[in-house]
């Protein structure tokens, strides 16, 4: 089942890798807002509503935990993301799904949408 109609918050610093990231999500019918920092990130969160996030786990230096954090308290679904496995996240972050880079459609998909 395709993403149509799904906001989808797309936090990943490495321009190349966000950019085949929202293609993708796009040409699948989703509706897509690519940041690349942690910043932006929080900014768009507080600030707009989203269906799902993929949030890289690293953003120059920084964890992504914030935006978690706060996507946690609006009850957004998200995953992480990293080009280096699984990751060991803080205890309250502990059952959120990492996908590997790179990213597979169909594993999105199985998260992102309502079953």
Avoid: C, W
Avoid at 15 to 32: C, K, N, Q, T
Avoid at 42 to 65: E, M, P, R, T
Avoid at 83 to 97: F, I, K, N, Q, R
């Amino acid at each position: 089942m395709p993403l149509t109609g799904k906001r989808i918050l797309v936090v990943e610093d490495e321009p190349i890798i966000a950019f085949s990231l929202e293609d993708m999500l796009l040409e699948d019918g989703a509706d897509v807002v690519a940041v690349g920092s942690l910043e932006e990130g929080l900014d768009q969160v507080k600030a707009g509503a989203f269906d799902f996030a993929i949030l890289d786990i690293n953003l120059h230096g920084k964890k992504s935990y914030p935006i978690a954090f706060e996507l946690v308290r609006k009850g957004v679904r998200f995953v992480f993301a990293s080009g280096y496995g699984d990751a060991e996240h803080p205890a309250e972050l502990a059952d959120v799904t990492t996908l590997t880079k790179p990213y597979v459609l169909d594993d999105i998909r199985d998260i992102a949408i309502d079953n």
